[in-house]
């Protein structure tokens, strides 16, 4: 366990081309669990925890650590399993993560090891279970089925976010000639997808959704193959960077690669914290950066889009 807990800040500095490593871990029963390593800060043994007065939720108090005070959620309960129950904790974990720009920590029974992998080898759920549920991917390892939580899901139901664009932003004339583009945007979340679309839908932009990043470049490559030149079909390409099948930095190099839509504008976002963005932005050449959510932000990259455009 040492091992799991010393690694996690040393793997969090590390990207690659498609490259995922999960941090597995259990909550009420032997089924495994993963969450991306570049989302967690740290993993600890779970410490006394301060009671929040009143607490109707899944958040069962706040954690003191390295001097930030930090909301620890029972992971099994917001998802709708049994919750931990208090006289167990201090024998359970908080895996530390960085979500949106928020910081929460998630109790969690057990945690196993870090897995290395691809995103090639991560799934979407099967079509058949509907999408009332908080997976965003699953993953066979060792016969074993691993599922991937949409922790973007859990964190909105649990904290509702406007997808309103402030009306200094989505002007009048912002909205006129919105009206003319066409948006592709990318992301395995449905919550991320919704509250992006509603956003660039209420500017009067057409807005095209694909659930990964291999959905996108098929889509894109079908437009190209059939004469259409998607870098005057599309506005722009809004991707997330971590997908199941394809993650944006590598959809990203695949179009600057394709002499037939290498001009296509493209905006990565992504609830991952760290440095690495910036630079793994510039490598695989994608014209922005974009933390999300916030509708006024992703506004604005879109209205200075525009506003280039008819510049020129």
């Not at 991560?122 to 509907?130: L, Y």
């Not at 009067?204 to 437009?223: E, F, H, M, P, Y």
Request: with cysteine; net charge negative.
């Amino acid at each position: 366990m040492s091992g799991i807990l010393d690694s996690v800040n040393l793997r969090t500095q590390m990207v690659g081309q498609n490259r995922l490593e999960l941090l597995l871990f259990a909550l009420e029963s032997e089924q495994q669990y993963g969450i991306n390593v570049f989302k967690v800060r740290e993993v600890l043994q779970c410490p006394q925890l301060t009671e929040v007065p009143r607490q109707t939720s899944a958040i069962k108090g706040m954690a003191h650590i390295r001097g930030e005070t930090i909301p620890v959620l029972d992971l099994s309960e917001a998802i709708g399993r049994s919750s931990i129950p208090a006289t167990d904790r201090q024998r359970c974990f908080l895996v530390v993560a960085e979500y949106n720009k928020r910081t929460l920590a998630f109790l969690v029974r057990k945690v196993d090891r870090i897995l290395n992998t691809q995103w090639d080898q991560i799934m979407a759920p099967p079509t058949e279970i509907g999408v009332e549920n908080y997976l965003t991917a699953v993953f066979e390892h060792d016969g074993k089925l691993i599922e991937i939580l949409d922790v973007e899901q859990i964190l909105a139901d649990l904290y509702p976010m406007s997808t309103e664009v402030s009306a200094d932003v989505a002007t009048d004339r912002v909205k006129e000639q919105a009206k003319q583009h066409h948006v592709l945007i990318v992301d395995d979340s449905s919550v991320a997808r919704n509250q992006m679309q509603r956003s660039l839908e209420s500017l009067g932009l057409k807005v095209t959704s694909a659930n990964n990043g291999r959905i996108a470049w098929d889509l894109l490559n079908s437009l190209t193959s059939r004469g259409i030149d998607v870098t005057e079909y599309f506005l722009m390409m809004i991707s997330d960077i971590e997908m199941p099948e394809m993650d944006g930095y590598t959809l990203t190099s695949m179009v600057r690669e394709d002499e037939r839509m290498s001009d296509l504008f493209v905006v990565l976002h992504t609830s991952l914290s760290g440095g690495f963005n910036v630079s793994m932005v510039k490598k695989v050449g994608a014209d922005g950066f974009l933390a999300k959510f916030n509708p006024n932000e992703l506004a604005s990259v879109v209205v200075n889009r525009i506003d280039d455009i008819s510049a020129h």
